[in-house]
C-alpha cells in the first residue's frame, strides 16, 4: 500500500503533513517577536519550566539540548506545584500550548506568589489573561495544532526565550541546521519504501522497547514511546542508559516470551 493510501486510512485528519511540515512551526518560533527584557540582566540561581505532554518533553529535550551549556540547574515541573527551592531568584517558563493546562496554570500562579521571574509561552486560554493581568511576559505562539504535535513551537520558543535572556549563546547556527535538516527528511519520509515506514513494519505486533541514553538522547527515546502510546495506540516502553545496566538489564537473563502471560 502507497503512503497516500495509508494516510488515508489510518491519519484522516493528515498529521503525517503537520509533522513533514514542523519546519514551518521552527521558523515561526525562530522569527517571533516578542518581549522578554525584564528577565534579562539578572542572575539566577535555577530554572523551572512547567509543563505537561508535549510542553513538558520540550523541557526534557531543552535539557539534553543544552546539558553541556546551562550552568544553572534546570528542573522540569509536570505537576501542580513548585519545588521548594523556587524564589525570587529563580527563571520560571510555563509552558501550556492551549493555555488551559490546570496543573501548568497552577504553577503559573504560585510562581507569582514566590516571586519567581516568569515568561509565559502559550497561544492564550487562562493562562495568558492571568499573565496579562499581571503583567508577565507572554510569548504568544501560533495557534491551530494539536499539543501534542506543536513540539516546533514549543521547543524552540523556550530555547529563544533562554537565549534572548542572556543564558545560553546565539543558537542560530544550529537552529539553521535543523531546518535544513527537518526539510530534507521530509522529502525522504514522503517516499516510498523509506527507512521509517521499513521501520514501522517491522514493529507490527511487538511491543517496542527503546533505550536512550541519560543527558544525551532520553528525552528522544521518551518523546518516541509517547508518539507510539498516542499515535498508533499501541503500548511502548523506555529505559535510559546507563541506570538500566544496574536494574532492568538483569530480568533479560531469565527473560522467556513464551511464558509471558497477559490478562
Known sequence: MIIKDLVKLHDPQNQFD?????YEQIEFAWNNKFDVSSAGNKKYNNMVIAGLGGSAISADLIA??????????????????????ADEN???ICSTYSGNTEETNSVLEEGYKK?????????????GKYAAEKQIPVVAVKAGYQ???????SFFSVLKVIQQIGLIK?????VDKI????????????AENNAAYKYAEQLVGFVPLIYSAADLTSAVGYRFKCQLNENSKVHAFSGVLPELNHNEIIGWETFNPSQLNIK
Do not use: M
Open 179 to 190: 531546518l535544513k535538516l527537518w526539510k530534507e527528511n521530509g522529502v525522504h519520509y514522503s
Open 170 to 174: 546565539d543558537q542560530f547556527s544550529y
Open 64 to 85: 539534553n539540548f543544552l546539558h553541556d551549556e546551562l550552568t544553572i540547574p534546570l528542573t522540569v515541573v509536570r505537576g501542580y506545584h513548585l519545588p521548594s527551592f
Open 147 to 153: 499539543p501534542r504535535y506543536a513540539l516546533g513551537v
Open 115 to 127: 516571586a519567581c521571574t516568569i515568561i509565559c509561552i502559550t497561544t492564550g486560554g487562562k493562562a
Open 90 to 92: 529563580t527563571l520560571l
Open 18 to 22: 503537520v509533522l513533514v511540515k514542523t
